[in-house]
């Protein structure tokens, strides 16, 4: 029997290489990409076929379509918050155009198919707004329904592609299509700021936790573009690509919606540094807040309410803010940089 082929847009990003090898590594599935570039050389085995292209390109989405039976799409390509702060049209046309177009290749193929195929989106604690920083401290973890007021385009475009994806699933109509025609199967995580071993991030607000860990591991001084005092929720890579799978893999029944939050653990600039000191005592960590950044971070939520995804598919976090760095980070970072701590 041919295996249920899995279709990665953005594969090559921060979410995509990690997401690719778990995928790949399952062994259950033809792995399929889809990216600016193919996938670098080491990856391009774990792959049945890549596609170099844009996700605006709808004619190279109907050619993916047409050359494959596409039973699930993790739906990665996007523009992250502060790159589509510099573009904000460029970030509407890729974050909302671009994800328009793959999830109407997705609904096609449902239709095709005769099931609904399961279309796996990152969203992000990017869709909240909170008017204040007292607010922010006073509120602690934000549910999901609550202050869904963006500052960011990004923000905007995803909180608004999560309710596109909601309608193909419960309300979309086809002309011509019979009333219990399969639909589409839409399922987000919003994610709190992620930490990868693998890459430094660019272009996202989340940014400084990350790419402070980077620069000590790599022997580089680091600018922090926000306070000390600016904290966001933060969560490994592992956790991250295992709540893909595991929300990819939950029965439709059990799920009450179609977008939950999922947490790990919540640090301030200043905790992350202090703890990356202790691992990397040699580690040059300066405070250049920068105010545009700042007031994004300040709008994001300390913390997030995860008791949905905790219910509805039993997830839990496996890493804590230690185990990140004493299992996760350290034993990475030190193989790939080569600077001992
Ligand atoms: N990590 C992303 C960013 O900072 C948010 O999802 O843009």
Same mark, same amino acid.
């Not at 997401?19 to 080491?42: K, M, N, R, Y």
């Not at 990665?76 to 671009?98: F, K, M, T, Y």
């Not at 934000?142 to 923000?155: A, F």
């Not at 804590?320 to 080569?338: C, F, I, M, N, S």
């Given at each position: 029997?041919?295996? &249920?082929? %899995?279709?990665?847009?953005? !594969?090559?990003?921060?979410?995509? $290489?990690? #997401? *690719?090898?778990? +995928? /790949?590594? @399952? ?17 391009? &085995?774990? %792959?049945?076929?890549?596609? !170099?292209?844009?996700?605006?390109? $709808?004619? #190279? *989405?109907?050619? +993916? /379509?047409? @050359? ?37 290749? /997705? ?235």
């Amino acid at each position: 029997m041919p295996k &249920p082929v %899995v279709l990665i847009t953005g !594969a090559n990003g921060e979410i995509g $290489r990690s #997401l *690719l090898q778990t +995928v /790949a590594g @399952h062994g259950g599935f033809d792995v399929i990409t889809l990216d600016l570039a193919l996938p670098p050389e080491s990856m391009r &085995p774990m %792959v049945a076929a890549s596609y !170099a292209g844009n996700i605006m390109d $709808r004619y #190279l *989405l109907d050619q +993916v /379509a047409a @050359h494959h039976e596409v039973d699930m799409v993790f739906h990665l390509a996007a523009l992250l918050s502060a790159r589509g702060e510099r573009d904000p049209e460029l970030a509407h046309q890729i974050n909302v155009e671009g994800t328009l177009n793959v999830l109407r290749m /997705a609904t096609n193929q449902s239709v095709r198919l005769g099931r609904p195929v399961r279309f796996l989106f990152p969203s992000s604690i990017a869709v909240y707004g909170l008017p204040s920083p007292d607010e922010k401290r006073a509120l602690g973890r934000v549910r999901e329904e609550q202050w869904n007021l963006p500052i960011t385009m990004y923000g905007c475009n995803k909180l608004y592609c999560e309710h596109v994806g909601r309608y193909y699933t419960f309300h979309a109509t086809r002309p011509g299509a019979e009333a219990h025609a399969p639909r589409l199967d839409f399922r987000a995580i919003r994610f709190p700021g992620l930490i990868s071993a693998e890459t430094s991030p660019t272009g996202g607000t989340s940014d400084f936790g990350p790419a402070m860990i980077h620069a000590a591991a790599s022997g580089v001084p680091y600018e922090c573009f926000v306070p000390p005092d600016a904290r966001l929720p933060f969560m490994a890579m592992p956790d991250a690509v295992r709540a893909l799978m595991d929300l990819a893999r939950a029965d439709r029944s059990r799920l009450k919606t179609c977008v939950y939050n999922i947490g790990a653990f919540s640090l301030s600039a200043l905790q992350i540094a202090e703890r990356v000191r202790k691992a990397f005592p040699a580690a040059r960590i300066e405070y250049v807040p920068k105010a545009a950044r700042g007031a994004i971070v300040e709008s994001w939520p300390e913390d997030v309410d995860d008791t949905r995804a905790r219910t509805d598919w039993g997830w839990a976090p496996a890493y804590g803010w230690d185990r990140t760095v004493d299992e996760y980070l350290v034993p990475a970072l030190t193989a790939k940089y080569g600077v001992t701590p």
